[in-house]
């Protein structure tokens, strides 16, 4: 008997019950997908952190270092396990040529030479294996080699005056410190005696003075003593958990939204299934009296009807896990060429298929609430009557003979909608699902290729960004510059920001190390979470994570190490900021010269920001000048790229989803309707008024479920992109829309493609007639 029933229910909907097993296999397909990216990326990253032997902490410094008063401090120091101090040549990018005639003038990045370290954080080729070169060759990042398409054996060259230095590529680079694109310094490895050539004639000597501890629990204690003695400390500081969070965020993110839109297909799926299963009682609603009638429980009639449902959910999840097995590689493309694969457990490959089959028990839980309905139905009535006897009510208010102001048959299909909610809200809610998967990740791509996606650094929005490196005459160079801009004529306002390691008592009364921008901050505002920016001495702006690891508040005060004397701040302001592990901080204060770790200056222009950028490229020596626009392209330019491919991705399913089950459904609403249609067949009304009925009916309900997705989007998308991102320091995300895309582009092509799915699928409609009915 099961088996009977299960076959007649699946010949009876088999194209609806395809299309339900269809997105349980695409929900369970992409979120084993997710689930194995996330485990790759963070298998890999710790494999490639134990190759590399990653560092713990890490000082960048430009000017002289003592090494032997380092080595004296180390060894009064319990938690370090070793130490090295590495050079790095930095030049600037309009000496290099890599691979081509055009030097990287225009670069945002850093370019600094250095040559294999001896004891740890080494630089690791595409086997993840120490790279060595030898003399006239160079290995260099996996940025340049995806960015320029470059390969074994191609040149870069360096040019300075009369200097000219070629190196022949032998190898790619893993670099666990500069790997990501939003690193914006990259390292290229070269032989001893090659640096020792380029050392001696150009470039400007960087030094990293870089720690392993015994202990990773000590590395906030460290840091701090560290900030404290008189050690070297012009420049930035980098820990081990911000190296993690740089190599793992883009990559997470993008696992994140493939789960996310898994989970959606498979509300989508829930959706169908209950659709499914509500038809399926109505139609066998005589059978189910019948069994109840020969004394078949409740439990067993709702074991015959949950076991079709249990074998599609499984089959369908156990399929989509063997599929994803084929395209992880598509999704994990990123994580294999910047961070390389490891091996895994046993636990591991069974992770991704442990998430699938929880979207089928999902399923299966989700038809067992449903099949609840079979403990009501009466076997008296069920017989006698042979359907559920629901009706749906005749409204006088909505009465055909009372519009004035529809065409008859626009009115009738707007009737059946109000009448027939409850049938029509699956239409409903998979428009808005659909328009909320299209919307949320066009709106991201449009908000991170913005260039207001720069105050979510901690930065105010201008049209250039001077960053003078470090170097014994800075301060000199600092004044040099502000006093050309300041003569500018075409400078509409300027405000050096100087960016230095303070410390700040914490809750114990232990002080922590900190970065602290100092400024006129009114010049290029930021918009604040809370409160305004600091404008006096004892005034002080925290970024959101800095506010949260201190617990303060706007109005509370804090106390700043300032000359090693505490002075009490007021906060003012708390801000957003994903740069530096988001632990930063802005006040209104006398700059620390010795240890600050970079100026910077930005500019606004009345003229062209591109000819005004190549005039101060070839005005100022030691300073990386940039527009916010061209920096995010070449930082972000990988995580744009995958959010791109995302997108299309994310768009394509949700048009097929939306007319896949745009046609289903008006198939299922016009057979259900059968009776009526061939009433008014009878009475004369004609197939193209028919047809009127239905397209407004899928029309209607296509427009209210794009309104009310695009705001959905707008908001909830928002609140969930916010809550993913408050992890780095951005809790508060607005999205950039780029109204043409969002507001007359998309649903316009949604609504094309759902008048044509629905001019399809009512070509079936034929000229019912009393008789077919009574044959019925």
Known sequence: MILKILKKDFLRKKVVTIAVFVFILLAAMLISSGTNMLIDLDNSLEHLFKASSAPHFIQHHSGKINQDKIDRWIVNNSYVKSQQTSEMINIHGSKVYINSDKAESHSVMDLDFVKQNKSFDYLLDLNNEIIEVSKGEIAVPIYYMQRRDLSLGDKVVIKDGDLKLSFTITSFIRDVQMNPSIISSKRFVVNSADFEKIKDTTGDIEYQISFQLNDLDNLRQFSNQYTQSDLPKKGPTIDYSLLKLANSITDGLIAAVIILISLLLNVIALLCLRFIILLTIEEDYKEIGVMKAIGISPPNIKRIYLSKYFTMALSATLIGYLISLFINDIFSKNIMLYIGTAPKTIIEYSLPLVAALLIAIIVVLFCFVILRRFNKISAIEAIRLGNTGETYSNNKRLALYKNKMFNPNIFLGLRDIILRFRLYALLFIVFILSTFMITVPLNFLNTIQSPEFITYMGVGKSDIILDIRQSDQIVKKLNEVVNYIENDPDVKKYSPYITSQYEIINEEGLPESILVETGDFSVFPLDYLEGVSPKLSNE????????????????????????????????????????????????????????????????????????????????????????????????????????????ITAIIIAILVTILITSLFLKMVIAKDMSQIAIKRSIGISLRNIKIEYITKAFVTLNLGILLGTVISNTLGERLLSAVLSIVGAPNIEFIINPLEVYIISPISMIIIVIITTLVSINFIKEFSISDINAE
């Not at 592990?581 to 009345?606: C, F, L, M, Q, R």
């Not at 527009?627 to 491919?645: A, D, G, H, R, V």
Request: charged share 25%; proline share 3%.
């Open 540 to 647: 002080i702006a925290l970024s959101y994570l800095c506010a949260n690891q201190f617990k303060k508040q706007v109005g509370d005060e804090v106390k700043l190490l300032i000359n090693e004397k505490p002075r009490l701040m007021i906060v003012t302001g708390i801000y957003q900021d994903i740069t530096d592990g988001g632990k930063t901080a802005k006040a209104n204060i006398s700059p620390d010269y010795e240890t600050a770790s970079w100026y910077t200056i930005n500019v606004n222009v009345n003229k062209n920001v591109a000819k005004k950028v190549l005039e101060y490229e070839n005005k100022f020596d030691n300073v990386k000048v940039s527009n916010p626009k061209e920096y995010f392209k070449q930082t972000f330019s990988s995580t744009i790229n995958q959010l791109k491919l995302l997108t």
